[in-house]
């Protein structure tokens, strides 16, 4: 079946824009979340939604990134006046709300949108 | 969250068993500790996750002693196509969480 995927794939956009990232996760996994991978490092965790709302924001680095989820489905990463240090792949996850036995922690990523701001 | 250790980068040849060794001394007892696997362009894969002795799929193996102090990840026979990071996760098995992921093992198999 299909993964979950994202759009764009690549961002280029010039600081001080704003920005949309799309993510369209597995149909019917309840639970979402986006994270954010810099050259070299491991992803970064930026925020988690069950269902429609989100469940745990600790991630976002400050108030110029939000995300909603209004349907339960797609989500929609967005960052206000973009700052040379946002440029990094954003990555989304989705998992089901039934766990499979020994992989409770499996999230299923995208591919992921790289955002270049110049 | 326990905080893991594991090498920055690993070598290998086509055909061999590599072994990827990650430390979390400090790890909970309702921690489980999970293995992702991450392609160049890709997003994170999972591979393997256990709680105590060994877990064994069509994949890769997992040992955990009983101190459940380390971890290690074994890779039978690998390929080329094994060219990854490979990432060490500790923490609840609750299914829906935040992953904390370190910067993983940079492993690179070669002809």
């Known amino acids: 079946g299909a993964g979950v995927s994202q759009t764009p794939s690549n961002k280029v956009t010039e600081k001080g824009k704003y920005v949309e990232l799309r993510c369209d996760p597995i149909s019917g996994h309840t639970a979402l979340y986006w994270y954010r991978q810099s050259l070299g490092q491991g992803p970064e965790f930026l925020i988690y939604f069950q269902g429609t709302g989100a469940a745990d924001d600790s991630g976002l680095p400050n108030d110029r990134f939000f995300a909603v989820r209004p349907e339960g489905s797609v989500s929609t990463l967005k960052i206000q006046r973009t700052e040379r240090g946002d440029s990094a792949v954003y990555l989304c996850?989705?998992?089901?709300?039934?766990?499979?036995?020994?992989?409770?922690?499996?999230?299923?990523f995208g591919p992921g949108t790289r955002l270049t701001v110049l | 969250l326990a905080k893991t250790t594991q090498p920055i980068s690993m070598d290998s040849y086509e055909g061999q068993e590599v072994n990827i060794t990650c430390s979390h001394n400090?790890?909970?007892?309702?921690?489980?500790i999970t293995w992702y696997q991450q392609f160049p362009s890709q997003g994170p894969r999972f591979i393997i996750q256990?709680?105590?002795t060994k877990v064994t799929n069509e994949v890769a193996s997992l040992f955990i002693p009983a101190d459940r102090k380390s971890s290690t990840l074994s890779l039978p026979r690998v390929s080329l196509s094994d060219t990854a990071v490979y990432y060490c996760l500790v923490g609840p098995d609750t299914g829906r969480r935040a992953l904390t992921f370190g910067s993983g093992t940079r492993l690179q198999v070669q002809p």
């Open positions: 256990g709680y105590k």
């Open positions: 996850a989705s998992s089901p709300n039934r766990r499979t036995s020994g992989r409770g922690n499996e999230q299923f």
């Open positions: 400090n790890i909970a007892t309702n921690d489980y």
